[in-house]
């Protein structure tokens, strides 16, 4: 016999399998912005690290627990001068995960979209991506007659932060 278990958005019942909304929201915003500004592959690490530095950034800035909807284009702002270069843009997002938690274990209720948020910061945190060494001196290469010039290993935060930011932009 197949077990059937009861769907919703609200989490309201025991059983009940609760949708990350307000996450995939988040994530399907992320990814349309990176989309229109094609700056990246869909399939690459780079893209991922764009569009979870976004996502992170549309889901935490979300301070009234109800996402833009349409309205998206009034957010832009907000999210630009949150993924400037000039901001401490981890600290936030540590900061903000954690009121988050804070509020969940107050209330009792954690719930998907936090887990969804606290699983890309540790994905971006974690992960290091082969980047160009944006500090090298310039015309100098690490290998004589190499194209690309010197790389590095970067957290995939400080490079998909700035791809989310031109890709707002972009936009």
Not at 154 to 164: D, E, H, I, S
Request: charged fraction near 25%; glycine fraction near 10%.
């Amino acid at each position: 016999m197949l077990h059937r278990g009861h769907e919703g958005t609200d989490g309201a019942g025991d059983g009940d399998l609760t949708v990350p909304m307000a996450w995939l929201y988040a994530e399907y915003i992320a990814d349309e912005l990176l989309r229109t500004g094609d700056l990246m592959p869909p399939t690459s690490f780079e893209f991922r690290a764009g569009r979870d530095a976004l996502a992170l950034t549309v889901f935490l800035s979300d301070t009234d627990g109800e996402l833009p909807g349409i309205r998206v284009v009034s957010r832009l702002e907000t999210w630009l001068s949150l993924t400037a270069y000039d901001q401490p843009w981890q600290e936030w997002v540590r900061e903000r995960l954690d009121e988050a938690a804070a509020d969940a274990a107050a209330s009792g209720r954690g719930g998907p979209d936090l887990e969804l948020a606290r699983a890309a910061w540790r994905w971006l945190r974690e992960t290091e991506l082969l980047a160009p060494d944006l500090n090298a001196v310039p015309g100098r290469s690490a290998v004589a007659g190499e194209d690309e010039g010197p790389k590095v290993w970067t957290p995939a935060w400080q490079l998909g932060l700035p791809l989310g930011h031109l890709a707002i932009h972009l936009f």
